[in-house]
C-alpha cells in the first residue's frame, strides 16, 4: 500500500494528474481510490460512473471519494467509541457542532489521520495498493502538514498527542508516502516551486518528485509574424527552467477545451512506466 | 459608469487564475486615473510582494508610489492573519489582563495560524479599518481563493460568534481549568466533554476550556459591529470584480459566484477572464499567411483551440446575462516587475 499526495500551484493541474495517475495504477491492475478534499467536489467534472457527456467511467478497480470533514470526523469518532447512540449524542449536541467548526486545525488533522489511517491500524479498513490525494495548493498544503506537530507542541500529552505523533512519522516516511509537485515551465511558478520545495525538505525531510506540466513545442523555424514572435517568447526560457530541476515527468501542452479529454490525453502519456 | 466610481472594490474568483496581480493592476488604474489607491491582499507569493515591494509579518501600509504627473498614490499592504486576529482582538476590549492569558493559549496559537478560517475574517475586518482611513480614494480588497462564497462573507459573523461563545456558561466562568472539567462534569455537558476526553486526551480538552474560558471573559463589545460590515460589503459604494478564466472547471465556479452575489443583491461591475487568448489572436489577421509554412501546423493548432475557447466564453456570459462589464484579459506570461502588471492596466 502506498499513499501519494499530489500538490502544486493553483491553476497547474493537480487534479489532472492525480486521476492520470489513478488512471494508469488502475490500468496496471491495482486497486485505487482516488482522493479529493471536500466540501466542493472537482473530480466530477472527469468522472462519472453513468455514460454522460465525454466523462470518464471509472474502471472497477478504481473507486473515487471526496471526504468532508465532517463525515470523516463522525466515522473517527464512532470507531473509537463503537456505541452509535454515544456517537449520536456527540454531534447531535450543539456545543459540539460550534467546537467542530472553530477547533484550531482539526479539519487539517481529521484529514491526516484518514490518510494515514491505515498505516497506523486504525479506523476502517482501507485494502487498496494506492491512495492517490488530489490534495491543497502550496500554501495550505504546507499547513496542513504542519497541523500535527503544530498540535503536539500545544498538547503535550494524551489521545491528541499520540494521534499526531503517529501520523507525521507515517507522514515523513518515504517508504509509505511519497509527494508530487505539479509545476510550469515558467519563471514564477518555477521559483516558487523551489521555495516550496526547499520549506518540504527543511521542515520535514520530505524530498517530492516534480511534474512539469504544459509544455510547448518549439516552433520549426524564426519567423517575423505576431504569432510567431510572441509563441517562441512565450515558451522562451522552458528548456532552461526545466534543466535545472530534477524533473520526474513532462507533460505537453494539451489543446483540451474538456477536462476529461484532458485527462484522458494526460494518461495516454503517462503510459506505464517506471512509475511511483 | 466607471468601475473607479465605487469606494471599495472586492475582488472574488476561484484560486490560481492570477486574482492578485489582476488587483494590483486595477489599483495601478485607479492610481492613474488621479486617484489614491490601496490594495490589500493576503497571503500572496513572497515573490509577488517583493515585485510589489512589501514586505510580509508586518500588516502595515506602505506606499509603492507617490503622486507624480497627476497620478494618484498607490498604497499596498499585506494583511497577516496572526496579526491582524491579535489586533482585532487588542482593539474590542478592555480587559488587558485577559487578553494576555488568551494570547498565552496554544489553542490561539493554532487558531491564528490556522490559514483558512482567519483568513476570510481578517480580509473582510481589515477591509472596514481601511475604509475610515481618509487618505484612500479606493480600496481593493484581493480576497484569499474562495472555497465557500457564503463561507467567506459570514466568516465576520462566525468569528463573532466565536468570541461571543456562550460556551463556558455551562460551567459557569473560572481560570482554573481542573476545577472548570470538575464543574463541567456535574452539568448537561458533561457527556459530550467526556466523550471528547476519551478521544482527544484530557489535556487537550482542560486546553480547549482555558481557550474558551479566556473568550468569554473578554466581553468584546461586537455586536454593532457586525452590523458594520454588512452594511459595508452592500453599500453602494462597494463593488465586486469577479476574476476567473474561461475554462470548463473556472466557469463553473464563476458561475456559482455570480449567483450568489445576484442573491445578495451585491454589485458586480466587472468580470475579468484572465488568460483568455494570447495577444495575436485579437490582432489583425493579415499577417497570419506570412507565417512559415512549416510553422503553420503550430498556428492551426493555438488558433483553432483559442477560437474554440472564446467561443466557449462568449456563450457563457450570454448564459449567465450580465449585462455587467466582460474583460476579456490577453494571456502575459512572466510578470516580474510592477512594469509588467502595468500592462495589464490598459484592458482594464
Redesign the interface.
Known sequence: MKIVFVTG????GKTSFSSSLALTKASEGHKVLLVEFG??P?LN?IFSKNKVDKKIIPPANLEIVTWNYEEVLIE??AY??KVKT?VE??FS?P??K??I?????L??LVYLGKATSPYRNIGKKMDYDYLIIDSY?T??FL?LL?SPA??M??????????QCKTILEVMKDPEKVSYYVVTLP???PM??TK?FIGSLQDEFNISPQIVLNKIK?P??????????Q??S??I?HQDNYASKMNIYKSFPYF?D???SDLVTSMTKKLGDNELV | MSLFDKKVLIALGPGGVGKTTTSVALALKATQLGKNCLVMTIDPSRRLASVLGLETNTNAEKLIIDSQNGSGQLWGKIIEPEIALKEFVMRNTQKKDQIEKLFANKLFDQLTSNLKDSQDFTSIESLAMAVNDPKYDIIVLDTPPIQNLIDFFNSPENMYNLFNSKLINFIGASSDSKSLIKRFIGTGAKGILSILSMVTGKSFVEELIVFFNCLENLTMEIKTHSKTINDLLSSKNTGYLLITEPNEVKLQEADEIIKILQDKNYDLRATVFNRSHPMWFAQDPSSHDKIMPQNKPFFDTEHSYYTELNKNLDNFCKQINVSDKVIKMPIFTNINELEDINKMTEFL
Do not use: W
Not at chain 1, 500551484?9 to 497547474?12: E, I, S
Open positions: 500551484k493553483g491553476g497547474v466540501p466542493k472537482f467534472y473517527f469518532i473509537f467509541l454515544l449524542k456527540f449536541s456545543i459540539m460550534k467546537l467548526k472553530v477547533a484550531p486545525s479539519r487539517e495548493a500554501g495550505h499547513s504542519r503544530g498540535m507542541s500545544a498538547i503535550k500529552k494524551g489521545a491528541m498527542h499520540e515558467e519563471k514564477l521559483i516558487e521555495e513545442q516552433l520549426r523555424k524564426n519567423g517575423k509574424t505576431a504569432f510567431e510572441e509563441y517568447e512565450q522562451g489543446y477545451l474538456k477536462l
